[in-house]
């Protein structure tokens, strides 16, 4: 099937991602590239005619003087409409012949825009109507620079009082620019902004649906694989496991997963893998109990990156060693041809496009990145289009359980990095232990407020095990045991977080389960740092 599509030129905002979600939420298929794709490039991509609109991101540079960024010029040849989002608004004004100048006052934050003209794309979006009938929208700005001449053909679309051109349009083109976000949720109308864009201004059809997707991906996995064998790492995260169940559902028994257990996995997971994918699936599992060889490679070690590098390095060799069997294949078998990774859309667009990345290692994160290449392996990645959002619609589809896919990330290394310091199996069976109960109770609570329970209230929630022993009394007696930290937060990329307000009811419940059940702990304390300046996991 062809989808339309459309295409987001990346000049490194950190919200570009946001203009393709929202984009993909009208269920419109689009991609994110970097702005210095070349003319041909532009043509290329649009040359079979599934292209239907172009939006040009705003910068990381608040400053347009900064920045030589320009958009490839084939983009306002193509005879396609153009929406520019911040300095995707300034670059358009400039390289269609109007003008940008330094602002003398910056706006960054909270603004009310005024619509003008009745433009095709704000005509009936406001939040509010001025007594004199004017049409407002509240929104986020974040701009320095702005265009001070427009372009031959434009009009103004949009002003505030310090930005009388916070919006312009060149109707006959179909060109839009605006200085706000529409992306970011502070601006209240940006889905209906952006939705007005892609489906009636682009008319791209939506069509992006992940129920109906499931078909299109199978077949294409198909393709692509043939009669060949799979080999896939499950971890039991929800994209290694989206990945395996639509591999599974494509090319059946050609696909066979490895399930590494390293021992520091949570409460009775590597039991609900097994029982979800060999069980309900009837998927060819393999389990690897590995758990001794890695507990006794980092019996001693205590320092985090040396654990890290310690755990990811196993790993990779325990896998290794079992796709070498797989690839060698065996009496009824071919041997393994493919490896499939769970890569999603995020991945490729981090490696591929942001130029503004930092190169600051905080932590060396776990993954097997490189494996197909040493393996001589093909690499199969049937998520690589898709964001987590997606993927997790697509799980469900598939017919995983809702608990499995909506379920907080949980890091490579595992229980590794929330043991502190050196690692032994008594501390994690106790941590196992008292984080099940922590998110048995954060499902248990409810909000009333927004009727969700305070598991899906957070993005990521677990125990930390500190390797100290406080004084307690329990009955007559005096104890001396280990302490754990409760770590729960918010946030919608993991680059920042904030520590979650957990009701104290929720706390008091989770801190009174831990001591009485779990023998060997007997303080329970709540962390209540943000990142940054710390960070999500305590290692
Ligand atoms: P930090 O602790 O860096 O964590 O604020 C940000 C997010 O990344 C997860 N994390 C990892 N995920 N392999 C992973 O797959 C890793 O090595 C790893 N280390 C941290 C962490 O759980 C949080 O969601």
């Known amino acids: 099937m062809q989808h339309s599509k459309i295409l987001i030129l990346d000049f490194g905002s950190q919200v570009t991602q946001l203009i393709a979600r929202r984009v993909r939420e009208a269920h419109v298929f689009c991609e994110v590239h970097p702005c210095d794709v070349s003319d041909d490039w532009v043509r290329a991509y649009a040359q079979d005619g599934t292209l239907k609109g172009v939006i040009l991101s705003g910068s990381h540079a608040s400053v347009y003087e900064d920045s030589t960024d320009r958009a490839p010029q084939a983009v306002f040849e193509l005879g ?9 608004m300034q670059t358009m004004a400039q390289q269609l012949g109007g003008k940008v100048e330094s602002g003398h006052t910056r706006e960054f934050g909270y603004a009310e825009v005024r619509a003008h003209g009745h433009t095709a794309l704000l005509q009936d979006i406001a939040d509010f109507t001025t007594p004199e009938g004017h049409g407002m929208l509240k929104v986020w700005m974040s701009h320095g620079d702005k265009v001070t001449e427009l372009p031959p053909g434009f009009e103004v679309m949009a002003s505030t009082p310090s930005c009388p051109i916070a919006g312009m349009a060149d109707e006959a083109r179909k060109y839009y620019a605006v200085q706000f976000h529409p992306e970011v949720t502070h601006t209240v109308q940006g889905q209906a902004l952006l939705n007005r864009f892609v489906l009636d201004i682009c008319q791209a059809s939506p069509d992006w649906i992940m129920g109906d997707y499931i078909e299109e991906a199978v077949q294409k996995i198909r393709e692509q694989v043939g009669d060949e064998e799979v080999i896939l790492g499950l971890s039991g995260g929800v ?3 989206v990945a395996a169940a639509l591999i599974h559902r494509a090319i059946g028994d050609q696909l066979t997963c490895v399930f590494v257990d390293h021992g520091l996995l949570r409460l009775n997971e590597g039991d609900m893998v097994m029982e979800m994918f060999e069980g309900k699936l009837h998927a060819k599992v393999i389990r690897v109990d590995a758990s001794e060889l890695f507990l006794g490679k980092l019996a001693g070690v205590s320092e985090p990156e040396q654990k890290r590098k310690i755990i990811g390095g196993l790993f990779v060799d325990v896998f290794k060693a079992e796709a070498a069997k797989l690839k060698a294949g065996d009496g009824g078998h071919k041997g393994a041809t493919f490896l499939a990774q769970g890569t999603i859309y995020p991945d490729v667009i981090e490696s591929g496009g942001a130029k503004s990345k930092k190169a600051v290692t905080i932590k060396s994160h776990h993954n097997v990145g490189g494996l197909p290449e040493q393996l001589g392996l093909k690499l199969l990645e049937p998520l690589r289009e898709l964001f987590k959002d997606e993927v997790r619609e697509l799980g469900v589809a598939l017919g995983l359980p809702r608990n499995m896919v909506y379920r907080h990330p949980f890091p490579g290394p595992g229980l590794g990095v929330r043991i502190l310091g050196e690692v032994k199996k008594e501390y994690a069976d106790l941590l196992r232990r008292a984080d099940a109960i922590f998110i048995e109770e954060l499902g248990n609570f409810v909000d009333e407020a927004t009727g969700k329970s305070w598991y899906d209230l957070t993005s990521q929630a677990f125990t930390v095990f500190l390797p100290v022993k406080s004084v307690g009394v329990m009955g007559d007696g ?6 754990v930290a409760l770590r729960a937060v918010q946030t919608s990329d993991f680059m920042t977080a904030d520590w979650a307000e957990l009701p104290y009811a929720l706390l008091k419940k989770v801190s009174g389960r831990i001591i009485n059940e779990v023998r060997g702990i007997n303080r329970v304390t709540y962390d209540v740092s ?10």
Do not use: F, H, N, Q
């Open 80 to 88: 396609v409409p153009v929406l520019g989002i911040c300095y995707g």
């Open 239 to 241: 994209d290694s496991s």
């Open 478 to 483: 005096r104890t001396y045991d280990y302490v």
């Open 530 to 539: 943000s990142k940054p300046p710390a960070t999500i996991e305590w290692e």
